[in-house]
């Protein structure tokens, strides 16, 4: 199994201020005939089902607000809010779907600072 | 677009088994995967397995395997997630989702079900 492992597990940022989540996959989730990473992150407010922010790594959703931006390849990727909003608070997992089982990481809580 | 309708809440005794429905509407069911999720009270985010609607074809993350079965009902349009010899550490929320891509089991999980929260306690 692929394992997906986040840092921090918490991060504490002030409103407006930058901030970034890391993912590291134990193998690689790109796919070389067509150059896409198979993964994913999602934003889970308290209380609410898990939303997709970003696919391929850094496909954002439609309507996903263009603070969110995802980064990386391989086996490392960066989810970062260029300036933190009350909204963002929650806790944000990055998933592979490179391969079956598909992974999430653990989760890292939000918060502002 | 789609959406995802799930079954309700359920309270097992351990040893006993809950079966899950999901049942999609405003798409062509059997055009994309169904996935199930799981999440433990206050935990992550865990996958459980996936079918492809229009064969019946199934594959389970391997701590699952023998102990969850997902079945689907093409006439009904809905998906099931049926899991046998229930334990305390069950308890959680089972999600469905499906992706984005017609035909494709490797996609991100752009639809969810609202989540059904199984409880096992005796």
């Known amino acids: 199994d692929i394992v997906m492992t986040q840092s921090p597990d918490f991060l504490a940022v002030s409103l407006g201020e930058r901030a970034a989540i890391n993912c590291k996959s134990s193998?690689?989730?790109?796919?070389?005939?067509?150059?896409?990473?198979?993964l994913a992150w999602y934003q889970q407010k308290p209380g609410q089902t898990p939303k997709l922010l970003i696919s391929?790594?850094?496909t954002r959703e439609s309507g996903v607000p263009d603070r969110f931006s995802g980064s990386g390849s391989e086996t490392d990727f960066t989810l970062t809010i260029s300036s933190l909003q009350a909204e963002d608070v929650a806790v944000y997992y990055c998933?592979?779907?490179?391969?079956?089982?598909?992974?999430f990481g653990q989760g890292t809580r939000l918060e502002i600072k | 677009q789609g959406q995802l309708a799930q079954s309700g809440a359920e309270a097992k005794k351990p040893g006993a088994s809950v079966k899950v429905s999901c049942k999609a509407s405003?798409?062509?069911?059997?055009?994309?995967?169904i996935h199930w999720v799981r999440q433990a009270p206050g935990q992550g985010l865990e996958w459980m397995g996936w079918?492809?609607?229009?064969?019946?074809?199934?594959i389970y993350a391997q701590r699952f395997e023998g102990r969850v079965t997902i079945t689907r009902d093409t006439s009904n349009n809905t998906a099931y997630m049926e899991m046998s010899r229930l334990r305390a550490d069950d308890t959680a929320f089972y999600y469905c989702?499906?992706?984005?891509?017609?035909?494709?089991?490797?996609?991100?999980?752009?639809?969810w079900g609202q989540g059904s929260l199984v409880t096992v306690s005796s």
């Open positions: 989702t499906r992706g984005d891509k017609r035909g494709t089991v490797a996609t991100a999980a752009r639809h």
């Open positions: 193998r690689s989730v790109l796919y070389t005939s067509n150059t896409k990473n198979y």
């Open positions: 391929w790594a850094s």
């Open positions: 079918i492809n609607p229009s064969t019946g074809a199934t």
């Open positions: 405003g798409y062509k069911f059997i055009d994309f995967y």
């Open positions: 998933q592979q779907y490179y391969n079956t089982p598909f992974t």
